[in-house]
Protein backbone atom coordinates (compact mmCIF):
# COMPACT_ATOMS: atom_id res chain seq x y z
CA UNK A 1 0.00 0.00 0.00
CA UNK A 2 1.04 3.33 -1.18
CA UNK A 3 1.88 5.82 1.98
CA UNK A 4 1.16 9.30 1.46
CA UNK A 5 2.32 12.95 2.97
CA UNK A 6 -0.48 14.52 0.85
CA UNK A 7 -3.10 13.22 -1.54
CA UNK A 8 -1.69 10.12 -3.20
CA UNK A 9 -0.61 11.76 -6.74
CA UNK A 10 0.25 15.43 -5.58
CA UNK A 11 3.88 15.91 -4.78
CA UNK A 12 5.20 13.56 -1.87
CA UNK A 13 4.07 9.57 -2.00
CA UNK A 14 5.73 6.55 -0.97
CA UNK A 15 4.92 2.75 -1.65
CA UNK A 16 3.01 0.88 -4.70
CA UNK A 17 -0.13 1.48 -6.72
CA UNK A 18 -1.70 -2.08 -7.94
CA UNK A 19 1.71 -3.59 -7.76
CA UNK A 20 2.41 -1.01 -10.88
CA UNK A 21 3.93 1.73 -9.79
CA UNK A 22 6.17 2.51 -6.51
CA UNK A 23 6.67 5.87 -5.20
CA UNK A 24 10.00 6.10 -3.17
CA UNK A 25 12.11 9.20 -1.60
CA UNK A 26 15.56 8.77 -2.00
CA UNK A 27 17.81 11.31 -1.41
CA UNK A 28 15.45 13.62 -0.52
CA UNK A 29 13.56 13.68 -3.98
CA UNK A 30 10.34 11.29 -4.55
CA UNK A 31 10.94 9.11 -7.49
CA UNK A 32 8.26 7.57 -9.27
CA UNK A 33 9.54 3.66 -11.01
CA UNK A 34 7.58 0.41 -12.16
CA UNK A 35 6.93 -1.61 -9.94
CA UNK A 36 9.30 -4.81 -9.61
CA UNK A 37 7.69 -8.06 -9.26
CA UNK A 38 9.97 -10.70 -8.09
CA UNK A 39 8.54 -13.65 -10.30
CA UNK A 40 5.75 -14.11 -12.65
CA UNK A 41 3.85 -12.34 -15.36
CA UNK A 42 2.10 -8.84 -14.83
CA UNK A 43 -1.36 -8.66 -14.69
CA UNK A 44 -3.65 -6.52 -17.22
CA UNK A 45 -4.18 -3.89 -14.72
CA UNK A 46 0.08 -3.87 -14.18
CA UNK A 47 -0.01 -3.97 -17.78
CA UNK A 48 -2.22 -1.16 -18.22
CA UNK A 49 -0.38 0.95 -15.31
CA UNK A 50 2.83 0.60 -16.73
CA UNK A 51 1.58 1.47 -20.34
CA UNK A 52 0.02 4.76 -18.76
CA UNK A 53 3.39 5.60 -17.56
CA UNK A 54 4.66 4.99 -20.92
CA UNK A 55 2.03 6.86 -22.55
CA UNK A 56 2.67 10.19 -20.48
CA UNK A 57 6.31 10.41 -21.26
CA UNK A 58 5.81 10.41 -24.82
CA UNK A 59 3.20 12.85 -24.52
CA UNK A 60 5.38 15.06 -22.22
CA UNK A 61 8.12 14.65 -25.26
CA UNK A 62 5.72 16.00 -27.60
CA UNK A 63 5.53 19.66 -26.16
CA UNK A 64 8.08 22.24 -26.07
CA UNK A 65 9.60 24.30 -23.24
CA UNK A 66 7.09 26.95 -23.40
CA UNK A 67 4.36 24.00 -22.94
CA UNK A 68 6.30 22.13 -20.35
CA UNK A 69 6.19 25.32 -18.26
CA UNK A 70 3.30 25.00 -16.29
CA UNK A 71 4.87 21.92 -15.00
CA UNK A 72 8.42 23.75 -14.71
CA UNK A 73 7.43 26.43 -12.55
CA UNK A 74 5.24 24.39 -10.45
CA UNK A 75 7.83 22.12 -9.55
CA UNK A 76 10.28 24.68 -8.46
CA UNK A 77 10.81 24.99 -5.32
CA UNK A 78 10.29 21.20 -4.55
CA UNK A 79 11.78 17.99 -4.25
CA UNK A 80 9.87 16.98 -7.97
CA UNK A 81 11.00 17.03 -11.25
CA UNK A 82 8.39 18.58 -13.83
CA UNK A 83 7.88 15.11 -15.71
CA UNK A 84 7.64 13.71 -12.08
CA UNK A 85 4.85 15.89 -11.50
CA UNK A 86 2.92 15.40 -14.89
CA UNK A 87 3.29 11.53 -13.88
CA UNK A 88 1.53 11.95 -10.82
CA UNK A 89 -1.09 13.93 -11.30
CA UNK A 90 -1.88 12.11 -14.58
CA UNK A 91 -1.91 8.84 -13.80
CA UNK A 92 -4.36 7.91 -11.85
CA UNK A 93 -7.11 9.32 -13.88
CA UNK A 94 -5.59 8.11 -17.35
CA UNK A 95 -5.61 4.94 -16.19
CA UNK A 96 -8.80 4.39 -14.66
CA UNK A 97 -10.18 6.31 -17.75
CA UNK A 98 -8.28 4.54 -20.57
CA UNK A 99 -8.49 7.32 -22.50
CA UNK A 100 -6.76 11.16 -22.83
CA UNK A 101 -10.45 12.48 -21.93
CA UNK A 102 -9.00 13.86 -18.30
CA UNK A 103 -5.37 14.59 -19.40
CA UNK A 104 -4.68 17.92 -17.18
CA UNK A 105 -2.02 20.36 -18.88
CA UNK A 106 -1.86 22.91 -16.14
CA UNK A 107 -2.71 22.62 -12.68
CA UNK A 108 -2.00 26.38 -11.56
CA UNK A 109 -0.22 28.78 -9.67
CA UNK A 110 -0.93 31.34 -7.16
CA UNK A 111 -4.65 30.16 -7.15
CA UNK A 112 -4.57 32.60 -10.15
CA UNK A 113 -8.02 31.49 -12.19
CA UNK A 114 -8.76 28.59 -14.86
CA UNK A 115 -10.70 29.59 -18.39
CA UNK A 116 -14.47 30.49 -17.79
CA UNK A 117 -15.22 28.19 -20.72
CA UNK A 118 -13.78 26.07 -23.32
CA UNK A 119 -15.91 24.97 -26.17
CA UNK A 120 -14.34 21.94 -28.82
CA UNK A 121 -16.20 22.32 -32.14
CA UNK A 122 -14.96 20.83 -35.77
CA UNK A 123 -12.68 23.80 -37.08
CA UNK A 124 -12.92 25.28 -40.94
CA UNK A 125 -11.60 22.29 -42.89
CA UNK A 126 -11.55 18.57 -42.50
CA UNK A 127 -9.54 17.34 -39.72
CA UNK A 128 -9.48 20.37 -37.73
CA UNK A 129 -10.90 21.11 -34.88
CA UNK A 130 -11.67 24.75 -33.22
CA UNK A 131 -10.98 25.60 -29.53
CA UNK A 132 -12.67 28.85 -28.13
CA UNK A 133 -11.80 29.84 -24.52
CA UNK A 134 -13.29 32.89 -22.12
CA UNK A 135 -11.67 34.34 -19.20
CA UNK A 136 -13.07 34.51 -15.86
CA UNK A 137 -12.06 38.02 -13.88
CA UNK A 138 -8.08 38.34 -13.76
CA UNK A 139 -7.02 39.14 -10.22
CA UNK A 140 -5.35 42.63 -9.09
CA UNK A 141 -2.23 43.10 -10.08
CA UNK A 142 -2.19 40.16 -13.18
CA UNK A 143 -3.48 40.18 -16.62
CA UNK A 144 -3.54 37.63 -19.34
CA UNK A 145 -0.36 37.10 -21.10
CA UNK A 146 -1.68 34.30 -23.62
CA UNK A 147 -4.55 31.78 -23.73
CA UNK A 148 -2.87 28.14 -24.93
CA UNK A 149 -3.45 24.56 -24.70
CA UNK A 150 -3.31 20.76 -26.48
CA UNK A 151 -5.59 19.53 -28.56
CA UNK A 152 -5.24 15.66 -29.31
CA UNK A 153 -7.08 12.13 -30.08
CA UNK A 154 -8.86 10.81 -27.15
CA UNK A 155 -7.48 7.44 -28.21
CA UNK A 156 -6.34 4.84 -25.73
CA UNK A 157 -3.50 5.28 -22.82
CA UNK A 158 -2.92 1.93 -23.24
CA UNK A 159 -1.58 1.41 -26.52
CA UNK A 160 2.02 1.33 -27.90
CA UNK A 161 1.98 4.68 -29.88
CA UNK A 162 3.12 8.12 -30.11
CA UNK A 163 0.27 10.47 -28.89
CA UNK A 164 -0.70 12.62 -31.72
CA UNK A 165 -0.67 16.32 -29.52
CA UNK A 166 -1.35 19.87 -31.14
CA UNK A 167 -0.60 22.88 -29.42
CA UNK A 168 -2.50 26.32 -29.82
CA UNK A 169 -2.49 29.33 -28.56
CA UNK A 170 -3.59 33.15 -28.83
CA UNK A 171 -2.60 36.38 -27.39
CA UNK A 172 -5.59 38.31 -27.65
CA UNK A 173 -9.13 37.98 -26.44
CA UNK A 174 -11.34 36.24 -28.06
CA UNK A 175 -8.68 33.46 -27.81
CA UNK A 176 -9.48 30.65 -29.71
CA UNK A 177 -7.15 28.20 -31.22
CA UNK A 178 -7.37 25.56 -34.35
CA UNK A 179 -5.20 22.69 -34.14
CA UNK A 180 -5.41 20.99 -37.97
CA UNK A 181 -3.43 17.75 -39.50
CA UNK A 182 -6.14 15.30 -37.11
CA UNK A 183 -8.67 12.30 -38.28
CA UNK A 184 -11.68 13.53 -39.58
CA UNK A 185 -14.34 12.86 -37.36
CA UNK A 186 -12.03 11.59 -34.63
CA UNK A 187 -13.38 13.06 -31.06
CA UNK A 188 -10.92 14.51 -29.30
CA UNK A 189 -9.96 16.50 -25.81
CA UNK A 190 -8.74 19.46 -25.69
CA UNK A 191 -7.31 21.21 -22.45
CA UNK A 192 -6.49 25.12 -22.06
CA UNK A 193 -5.41 27.64 -19.59
CA UNK A 194 -3.61 31.21 -19.15
CA UNK A 195 -0.41 32.19 -19.00
CA UNK A 196 -0.05 35.38 -16.53
CA UNK A 197 2.10 37.90 -16.16
CA UNK A 198 1.98 40.22 -13.18
CA UNK A 199 3.08 43.87 -12.73
CA UNK A 200 6.13 42.68 -11.47
CA UNK A 201 7.20 40.70 -14.52
CA UNK A 202 6.78 37.67 -13.51
CA UNK A 203 5.05 34.44 -15.20
CA UNK A 204 2.58 31.70 -13.83
CA UNK A 205 -0.15 29.58 -14.91
CA UNK A 206 -3.38 28.88 -14.27
CA UNK A 207 -5.01 25.54 -14.28
CA UNK A 208 -6.23 23.99 -17.49
CA UNK A 209 -10.06 22.28 -17.95
CA UNK A 210 -11.01 19.88 -20.92
CA UNK A 211 -13.93 19.93 -23.60
CA UNK A 212 -14.78 17.27 -25.68
CA UNK A 213 -15.41 17.81 -29.66
CA UNK A 214 -14.84 15.84 -32.70
CA UNK A 215 -12.43 17.15 -35.62
CA UNK A 216 -13.95 18.03 -38.86
CA UNK A 217 -15.31 15.33 -41.21
Known amino acids: MAKTRAP?????????IADAITYRRTKGTTTASHYAKP?????????????????????????????QEPWTFRAAGTIQTPTG???????????????????????????LPAPATVIA?????????KVDVTAQTVPPGWTIDRMQGIVMPIGNVYADIQPNVRLIGDT???????????????????????????IDGEIAYGPSINAIGNAKV
Do not use: E, M
Open 39 to 67: TGQPTPAQRDLRATIRSLSRYWRKLNTQF
Open 85 to 111: LLTKINTDALYQAGAWTPIRQSIGQYH
Open 8 to 16: LLSIDASGS
Open 172 to 198: ASPYSGTASTLQSGTPCVASAYFRYLS
Open 121 to 129: TAGPSSGTL
